[in-house]
Nanobody, 118 residues
Framework: VQLQASGGGLVQAGGSLRLSCAASGRPSSVYLIGWFRQPPGKERESVADIRWGGGVPYYRDSVKGRFTISRDNAKNTVYLQMNSLKPDDTGAYYC????????????WGQGTKVTVSS
């Protein structure tokens, strides 16, 4: 499975961005797909994820109510709609996928940079 992330950019605090992650290769093998981010100088952290077949998404507490993860299986694409952005949301955002409910994330896309100015 190959993942291609896009949609990052520079936005003022309070603004919005939508990230996209297009899956190719063998997306039917994906069980869970999600977004991670790595703020400057910090560890990578999970942001949101969703089962490829649907279900209740997961969000980290700091983005609940502001970010929405969704998927379009027909397009093999997952989106992350980010509203009310804060400077703390700045970082490199990565999409990732795994084939099983537990264990490591098998596939990673390249990062897309999000910068939120105050």
């Amino acid at each position: 499975v190959q993942l291609q992330a896009s949609g990052g950019g520079l936005v003022q605090a309070g603004g919005s961005l939508r990230l996209s992650c297009a899956a190719s290769g063998r997306p039917s093998s994906v069980y869970l797909i999600g977004w991670f981010r790595q703020p400057p100088g910090k560890e990578r952290e999970s942001v949101a994820d969703i089962r490829w077949g649907g279900g209740v998404p997961y969000y980290r507490d700091s983005v609940k109510g502001r970010f929405t993860i969704s998927r379009d299986n027909a397009k093999n694409t997952v989106y992350l709609q980010m509203n009310s952005l804060k400077p703390d949301d700045t970082g490199a955002y990565y999409c990732a996928a795994k084939e099983n409910p537990i264990g490591t994330w098998h596939y990673w896309g390249q990062g897309t940079k999000v910068t939120v100015s105050s």
